[in-house]
């Protein structure tokens, strides 16, 4: 019984990270401008709604371990190497610095 209980667990658990990372990498999908896409030399935005899209139903209507797994290496693609570059595009996320940098260093009051 207590195995039983477990797996019910696990399966739950996955269900949720999975499903939360399809949700997670569907909007940012959805929020990235289509240019940024082209200019990243990347697929069109349709094209990674659609895949994520589906990757996101079929973990809400048909969780199938199987089914889950390739949708999250799309995802995992789209968050590891589509993202970034269309991110750095769009100019968006700062990678350290402060809020007196300027565009040539940080900002030193005339020193």
């Known amino acids: 019984m207590l195995a039983n209980g477990f797996d019910s667990i696990l399966s739950l658990v996955i269900f949720l990270v999975f499903t939360g990372f399809a949700v997670v ?10 240019d940024a896409y082209r200019a990243a030399d990347k697929q069109t935005k349709k094209f990674w709604l659609i895949l994520l899209g589906i990757n996101l139903i079929l973990n809400l ?48 009051g005339g020193r």
Not at 25 to 34: D, L, P
Not at 64 to 90: E, H, K, N, T, Y
């Open 25 to 34: 990498s569907f909007a940012f999908a959805a929020t990235a401008r289509e």
């Open 61 to 108: 209507l048909w969780p199938m371990l199987f089914l889950q797994i390739a949708g999250l290496i799309a995802a995992i693609v789209f968050m590891v190497d589509v993202r970034p570059a269309i991110r750095q595009i769009s100019g968006g996320g700062r990678r350290g610095g402060s809020s007196s940098d300027g565009p040539y260093g940080p900002y030193n």
